[in-house]
């Protein structure tokens, strides 16, 4: 049925049988040939083709319209492709790591899913994308661990959290974070919210913090509390602006000063800035999206004195393609030292950067360092105190 054929393969005479033995096959009998024809996207990545007749090749799922199996041969690598001295296809881009092509693609439908007053069907947005529905969905899976429904559902959940505390109404609230007001949304945002929206309201509303800022070696260091754990460990000199940027991140929390209870987390947190890999048992109730979550809960898991690179934190939050914005989520970490984003660097060995100040990571890394090789923490956390007036007070 091969009627009329595109730019990138149009017919052209076959050349004489040159005596390559691999031309005189046809492709049509390799078990891989189904894949082309299907234009299967999942098979990108596992081997290409070369079209001898138009002098190009291809990946799998290349849109093109098939050539003649005769004219096609399949090769597992690249290199092999390459080869051939055909030119790579201007359609479907061969030579494109899978990776980077996945994660454009995924970074232009999320900000139509971010831009969408609700949620756009999954066709819907592979039409606007201009990409097939399973390459959508399999681009997706790949950079961020998600189908576009769920990371849909995330965001409005999200929306709908930051929403409930200051919207007028419940319903309100549900009509701009994107969903109806029909109960049947209801039950689902209480699913996605992990309680009933009216207790996100009223708990937004009533949540007290306990707040303390102490000295320490690396400044101030100012240590808020929820009922559930430690929501901020936020680093700096100077003790006003560090209350300041609290009363930014949680607008709607009222402050009660620190009881004797509490002074004794202070005093762990203060021991933690001393010594950054120490293990402790305070209890975190660590608050942000979904992604955010997952590059912190990786941070976690990275052993003491060890350090990583964004792209390596990408890769173990389960979204390799997502560097820069792995790097956001270490900026806006609410949890210095106890969520130890100071152990991510960029690749080339260089600090990268740190919301608390570069000398404070480099502080913290050395300490690490030395205490993981020494197995003497006491005498790292001696390592010289920045400058600052509380300088060099350790609490231990
Ligand atoms: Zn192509």
Redesign the pocket.
């Known amino acids: 049925m091969q009627l009329a054929f595109p730019a990138?393969h149009p017919q052209v005479p076959p050349p004489e049988t040159s005596g390559s033995s691999a031309g005189t096959r046809s492709a049509a009998s390799d078990p891989r040939w189904p894949l082309i024809l299907a234009r299967d996207p999942a098979a990108d990545g596992s081997f290409w083709y070369s079209v001898q007749t138009t002098g190009?090749y291809?990946?799998p799922s290349?849109p093109?319209r098939a050539a003649r199996p005769e004219n096609v041969r399949l090769h597992d690598t690249l290199e092999a492709a390459r080869a051939t001295g055909c030119r790579p296809?201007r359609?479907?881009r061969?030579d494109e790591a899978a990776h980077h092509r996945d994660a454009a693609l995924v970074v232009r439908a999320c900000r139509l899913i971010d831009a969408a007053e609700r949620p756009p069907a999954h066709d819907e947005l592979a039409r606007k994308l201009e990409v097939g529905s399973a390459r959508l969905r399999s681009a997706f899976e790949a950079v961020l661990g998600l189908s576009p429904k769920r990371y849909a559902d995330a965001r409005r959940a999200e929306r709908l959290r930051l929403l409930l505390p200051v919207a007028a109404t419940v319903t309100e609230a549900f009509h701009q974070a994107g969903f109806g007001s029909s109960s049947r949304f209801y039950d689902k945002a209480a699913e996605l919210l992990g309680m009933a929206p009216n207790r996100v309201r009223a708990g937004a509303a009533a949540e007290t913090l306990r707040v303390a800022v102490a000295p320490c070696s690396l400044g101030a260091v100012l240590v808020a509390a929820g009922e559930r754990g430690l929501v901020a460990v936020l680093l700096g000199d100077d003790p006003d602006l560090l209350r300041r940027d609290l009363r930014a991140r949680f607008p709607r929390a009222g402050f009660g000063e620190a009881d004797e209870a509490f002074g004794a987390v202070v005093a762990q947190v203060v021991a933690l800035v001393e010594t950054p890999g120490a293990s402790h048992a305070l209890p975190l109730d660590i608050r942000g999206t979904a992604f955010q979550r997952r590059v912190w809960d990786a941070l976690r898991d990275v052993e003491t004195g060890r350090t990583l690179s964004y792209a390596e934190l990408a890769a173990r939050a389960g979204a390799p393609a997502a560097v820069r914005a792995v790097a956001g989520a270490c900026a806006a970490n609410p949890l210095a030292v106890a969520v130890p984003c100071h152990r991510a660097v960029r690749t080339d060995g260089g600090l990268g950067g740190y919301r608390w100040g570069l000398a404070r990571k480099r502080i913290l890394l050395d300490r690490e360092a030395a205490s993981s090789t020494a197995g003497a923490s006491s005498t790292a956390a001696a390592a010289a105190p920045i400058t600052g007036p509380a300088g060099g007070e350790a609490a231990s």
């Open positions: 990138d190009v291809c990946r290349c093109s296809c359609r479907c061969p």
